[in-house]
């Protein structure tokens, strides 16, 4: 049995606990490898290896740091076919998706190649008599991220090509469920020349890895995952002094106008609701339809497309599958419990996605494209994010209903308009209570220049991930003010220095 092991000080390392967790390919159900779980000692020395190393790292010159994420984009881009098979068989999702992914993340190293010119501050002469001011922004230390299972590259490329380009040394802690593709990233690092120490993966359970936010050498945290877990780190983190950008939750919907072009709204929602099998953060689990009229078109598109949805593994021979199998057992059960819930609560089943199978591959955990209609905002499928192939038609009478019923959920991560009128999509961009928005876009997730990040119960804490955020995020600035006299200052100053 392959085991995934840890990967501090440049060197890969099994845990001395001999304890080990499975993890299985969903496409199948079978255990492919075994994923060591640290010890605490093991995860203190870790942090320990990241703060030797980082004297040295945030020394370096901007430039070689840039160079070096050059060297590790090529990597990237060589290693593409085999990471995106490390994806498919630890995740799940169909190979054009683990391949978007990795485009995705890859953009990130693109932007952070170019911290030199992000890094450069600011400058004024003559502030006054002889007086000159300026900025620089410097690393903060030590920093860890914490990612989901959703996307195994993706979302650690959000993270640590920024703090490493900023000067920042790094420790990731990936989930049991697909943990391998974030070691192969850090063998990728080491040869394209990243010193020893200043990147570090370790595997451990969620009570160790309090360490990651507590220990008085760490500096700063980056979280994904659920609003719960979000929110506690983000209070202990800030409790113990730390930086802390914590994402969570999402129930991202789409208002869809009787005036929206039809064909190309069911096209942008079947790939926003089923991409992925519903696993993404961005994805698109409610449209909120105007007009009964309206809906009906959209139901009567919608259902032959969702029944007819190419499910299966996510590398096959022959034509590619549309959606893989969701991620586990247990989630499979819980995707499945709340299609029950639906139907308890009286939406109306369009599609039922309970007890699919995948001729030849029954142990996977597969659930069918499921479509609810009259759906509600009292309904519990309304309100929770399912993380799965299910979509809720909710049916309103006009625009302003519509938007009120997006503003009122807890939830305020992405949101879009489906619409051939300029003025509702302008009125539905300055109106929404979302940090992503999309017009006509159905999965409105910003390119690695711009911040990626939600409103309200999605996010705990003031910055974003990537683009300008990322950088603000993992440095601090410093402002000199600085005079050259040719002489002695002759008179003590006792009030207010001014300039001028």
Same mark, same amino acid.
């Given at each position: %049995?392959?085991?995934?092991?840890?990967?501090?000080?440049?060197?890969?390392?099994?845990?001395?606990?001999?304890?080990?967790?499975?993890?299985?390919?969903?496409?199948?159900?079978?255990?492919?490898?075994? #994923?060591?779980?640290?010890?605490?000692?093991?995860?203190?020395?870790?942090?320990?290896?990241?703060?030797?190393?980082?004297?040295?790292?945030?020394?370096? +010159?901007?430039?070689?740091?840039?160079?070096? $994420?050059?060297?590790? /984009?090529?990597?990237?881009?060589?290693?593409?076919?085999?990471?995106?098979?490390?994806?498919?068989?630890?995740?799940?999702?169909?190979?054009?998706? =683990?391949?978007?992914?990795?485009?995705?993340?890859?953009?990130?190293?693109?932007?952070?190649?170019?911290?030199?010119?992000?890094?450069?501050?600011?400058?004024?002469?003559? !502030?006054?008599?002889? !007086?000159?001011?300026?900025?620089?922004?410097?690393?903060?230390?030590? #920093?860890?991220?914490?990612?989901?299972?959703?996307?195994?590259?993706?979302? +650690? $490329?959000? %993270?640590? +090509?920024?703090?490493?380009?900023?000067?920042?040394?790094?420790?990731?802690?990936?989930?049991?469920? *697909?943990?391998? =593709?974030?070691?192969?990233?850090?063998?990728?690092?080491?040869?394209?020349?990243?010193?020893?120490? !200043?990147?570090?993966?370790?595997?451990?359970?969620?009570?160790?890895?309090?360490?990651?936010?507590?220990?008085?050498?760490?500096?700063?945290?980056?979280?994904?995952?659920?609003?719960?877990?979000?929110?506690?780190?983000?209070?202990? =983190?800030?409790?113990?002094?730390?930086?802390?950008?914590?994402?969570?939750?999402?129930?991202?919907?789409?208002?869809? %106008?009787? *005036?929206?072009?039809?064909?190309?709204?069911?096209?942008?929602?079947?790939? @926003?609701?089923?991409?992925?099998?519903?696993?993404?953060?961005?994805? $698109?689990?409610?449209?909120?339809?105007?007009?009964?009229?309206?809906?009906?078109?959209?139901?009567?598109?919608?259902?032959?497309?969702?029944?007819?949805?190419?499910?299966?593994?996510?590398?096959?021979?022959?034509?590619?599958?549309? %959606?893989?199998?969701?991620?586990?057992?247990?989630?499979? /059960?819980?995707?499945?419990? &709340?299609?029950?819930?639906?139907?308890?609560?009286?939406?109306?089943?369009?599609?039922?996605?309970?007890?699919?199978?995948?001729?030849?591959?029954?142990?996977?955990? &597969?659930?069918?494209?499921?479509?609810?209609?009259?759906?509600?905002?009292?309904?519990?499928? &309304?309100?929770?994010?399912?993380?799965?192939?299910?979509?809720?038609?909710?049916? #309103?009478?006009?625009?302003?209903?519509?938007?009120?019923?997006?503003? @009122?959920?807890?939830?305020?991560?992405?949101?879009?308009?489906?619409?051939?009128?300029?003025?509702?999509?302008?009125?539905?961009?300055?109106?929404?209570?979302?940090?992503?928005?999309?017009?006509?876009?159905?999965?409105?997730?910003?390119?690695?220049?711009?911040?990626?990040?939600?409103?309200?119960?999605?996010?705990?804490?003031?910055?974003?991930?990537? @683009?300008?955020?990322?950088?603000?995020?993992?440095?601090?600035?410093?402002?000199?003010?600085?005079?050259?006299?040719?002489?002695?200052?002759?008179?003590?100053?006792?009030?207010? +220095?001014?300039?001028?």
């Amino acid at each position: %049995m392959k085991i995934t092991g840890n990967f501090i000080g440049g060197n890969l390392c099994q845990s001395s606990s001999q304890q080990t967790v499975p993890v299985h390919n969903p496409a199948t159900g079978k255990v492919g490898r075994e #994923v060591t779980q640290s010890t605490a000692d093991e995860v203190l020395h870790a942090i320990d290896i990241a703060h030797q190393a980082f004297k040295g790292w945030s020394q370096t +010159p901007p430039l070689r740091r840039a160079r070096i $994420l050059f060297n590790f /984009k090529a990597l990237m881009e060589k290693h593409r076919d085999e990471l995106a098979q490390l994806i498919v068989s630890e995740h799940g999702k169909v190979l054009s998706d =683990a391949q978007g992914e990795l485009t995705r993340g890859i953009e990130v190293i693109e932007f952070a190649c170019g911290i030199p010119h992000l890094l450069k501050g600011e400058y004024s002469s003559s !502030v006054g008599s002889g !007086v000159d001011s300026f900025s620089m922004m410097q690393p903060i230390g030590v #920093v860890a991220g914490i990612t989901p299972f959703n996307f195994p590259v993706m979302v +650690p $490329l959000w %993270m640590f +090509p920024i703090a490493l380009a900023c000067g920042n040394t790094f420790i990731l802690k990936p989930p049991a469920l *697909d943990p391998t =593709a974030s070691v192969r990233m850090a063998e990728l690092l080491k040869e394209a020349g990243l010193p020893d120490g !200043v990147f570090n993966v370790v595997h451990c359970d969620n009570n160790l890895a309090s360490l990651l936010y507590t220990d008085p050498r760490i500096q700063g945290v980056s979280f994904v995952g659920s609003s719960g877990v979000a929110q506690h780190i983000y209070k202990t =983190a800030s409790a113990h002094g730390k930086r802390v950008q914590a994402f969570g939750a999402a129930k991202n919907h789409a208002i869809i %106008m009787p *005036d929206a072009e039809l064909d190309a709204t069911v096209n942008a929602v079947m790939g @926003g609701a089923f991409g992925s099998a519903g696993e993404r953060c961005m994805a $698109l689990p409610i449209v909120v339809v105007v007009g009964d009229d309206t809906a009906d078109k959209l139901i009567a598109r919608l259902k032959p497309l969702v029944s007819e949805l190419r499910v299966g593994p996510g590398i096959v021979d022959g034509e590619e599958n549309e %959606m893989g199998p969701v991620i586990s057992a247990a989630h499979q /059960k819980k995707v499945l419990g &709340y299609i029950d819930q639906g139907v308890k609560e009286g939406a109306t089943l369009v599609i039922d996605g309970r007890n699919y199978q995948v001729p030849g591959h029954e142990g996977g955990y &597969y659930v069918g494209g499921t479509l609810f209609d009259n759906v509600t905002p009292d309904m519990v499928i &309304y309100r929770e994010e399912i993380f799965g192939p299910v979509l809720g038609v909710v049916r #309103v009478p006009d625009y302003q209903t519509a938007i009120n019923v997006v503003n @009122g959920h807890e939830f305020g991560n992405g949101s879009a308009i489906f619409t051939s009128s300029g003025h509702y999509a302008r009125q539905f961009v300055q109106e929404v209570e979302t940090g992503m928005v999309g017009v006509n876009v159905p999965v409105p997730v910003p390119m690695a220049f711009h911040s990626f990040g939600g409103w309200k119960r999605s996010v705990f804490g003031a910055l974003n991930v990537h @683009g300008p955020d990322g950088v603000r995020f993992y440095t601090r600035m410093k402002t000199t003010t600085a005079r050259w006299p040719t002489g002695q200052q002759t008179l003590s100053e006792f009030s207010m +220095p001014t300039l001028g």
